[in-house]
Nanobody, 120 residues
Framework: QVQLVESGGGLVQAGGSLRLSCAAS????????MGWYRQAPGKQRELVAG???????NYADSVTGRLTISRNNAKNTVYLQMDSLKVEDTAVYYC??????????????WGRGTQVTVSS
C-alpha cells in the first residue's frame, strides 16, 4: 500500500507565499513522474505543475513564473513553492505520483488534498 500525504496549505494574503509538500510512504520502490493539480469550487481539476524523475518540469500558463515544483527522490517527496499568490489560486491542491511498488506494480497515486486560500 502507498500513501501520499500533503502538507503546507493554509490562508495567505494576495502577494504572499506558501510551500506545499507531499511525501509518499509505504510500499514505494521508485517514483517516476510527480505533480500537483488543483480544483477550485465549481471548476474542473487542472494540472498545475509536473516534474519527471530527472527534474524536467512543466507548468500551467497561469502559474508560470510564480510557482516552482521540485522534488527529493531520496525522500520520495515533491514540493510546490508558491510565490506572488493571487486570489484565483484559491483551490484544493492535490499531489500525484507515478509509483512502482516493492512488488513491482505500477500505478498513479493521489493525495487527499490540501486547501490553499488566498485573500484579497
Amino acid at each position: 500500500q502507498v500513501q501520499l500525504v500533503e502538507s503546507g496549505g493554509g490562508l495567505v494574503q494576495a502577494g504572499g507565499s506558501l510551500r506545499l509538500s507531499c511525501a509518499a510512504s509505504g510500499s514505494v520502490c521508485r517514483i517516476d513522474d510527480m505533480g500537483w493539480y488543483r480544483q477550485a469550487p465549481g471548476k474542473q481539476r487542472e494540472l498545475v505543475a509536473g516534474i519527471t524523475r530527472g527534474g524536467n518540469t512543466n507548468y500551467a500558463d497561469s502559474v508560470t513564473g510564480r510557482l516552482t515544483i521540485s522534488r527529493n527522490n531520496a525522500k520520495n517527496t515533491v514540493y510546490l513553492q508558491m510565490d506572488s499568490l493571487k486570489v484565483e489560486d484559491t483551490a484544493v491542491y492535490y499531489c500525484t505520483s507515478d509509483v512502482w511498488t516493492t512488488t513491482w506494480r505500477h500505478r498513479e497515486y493521489w493525495g487527499r488534498g490540501t486547501q490553499v486560500t488566498v485573500s484579497s
